[in-house]
Every structure is written in structure tokens, then in C-alpha cells.
């Protein structure tokens, strides 16, 4: 079955960086666009930016444009997000999924973002 394991999040402050890792397993991760959502506490999920299987990056949201960047590891079935220039607006809960935009039937459990000073 579907098995998605998010981690690398934590604390940081404003400014700082942090790389989030996304372990899939279960299905053709090689050959699936994957994309990492947020949710802040009261808000909506919302999509953060996708990777196509071969690497091309797509629905990257403006509030992150510039300071964000997805990148996969077809290899190590692995999907990444490296976040720099963090603001506290982007604190959240972060996760991976398979593909982009549409309901989703299954989430792993996150992994937490808190930029504070």
C-alpha cells in the first residue's frame, strides 16, 4: 500500500533554510508527478509545488516562488523541498502526495514547520 514518510522539519528562524524529505513507497514512484502540500492552523491544505517523474517543476504557489525549490531522486524513491529565506508565514504542517491539484484518498503524517524568532 501507499506509504508516504515526510521529514526534516522543526524550528528555525526568519531567514533560515530547512530541506524536508518526502520517503515513498508502494506504488511507481518513478513514474509519478509527486508535490508537496502545507497546512497552516486554521487554513486550507494548500499546494506548495509539484515535480513531474522527470523532473520538471510545475504549480510552484507565489508565496514561495524563489525561496522554495522541489527536486525527486528517482532512485532513492524520494521526494525533496528545500526551503530557504523562511518567514513565519510558512509555518505549517508540510507534506508529499502523489500527483497535484484533486482530492486525495490517503496522507501521511507531515511534518512541522515552525519559523520563529
Known amino acids: 500500500q501507499v506509504q508516504l514518510v515526510e521529514s526534516g522539519g522543526g524550528l528555525v528562524q526568519p531567514g533560515g533554510s530547512l530541506r524536508l524529505s518526502c520517503a515513498a513507497s508502494?506504488?511507481?514512484?518513478?513514474?509519478?508527478?509527486m508535490s508537496w502540500y502545507r497546512q497552516a492552523p486554521g487554513k486550507e491544505r494548500e499546494l506548495v509545488a509539484t515535480?513531474?517523474?522527470?523532473?520538471?517543476?510545475?504549480n510552484v504557489a507565489n508565496s514561495v516562488k524563489g525561496r522554495f525549490t522541489i527536486s525527486r531522486n528517482n532512485a532513492q524513491n524520494t521526494v525533496y523541498l528545500q526551503m530557504n529565506s523562511l518567514k513565519p508565514d510558512d509555518t505549517a504542517m508540510y507534506y508529499c502526495?502523489?500527483?497535484?491539484?484533486?482530492?486525495?484518498?490517503?496522507w501521511g503524517q507531515g511534518t512541522q514547520v515552525t519559523v520563529s524568532s
Open positions: 502526495n502523489i500527483g497535484s491539484y484533486g482530492a486525495k484518498t490517503y
Open positions: 508502494g506504488f511507481a514512484f518513478s513514474w509519478s508527478t
Open positions: 515535480i513531474t517523474n522527470l523532473g520538471v517543476t510545475q
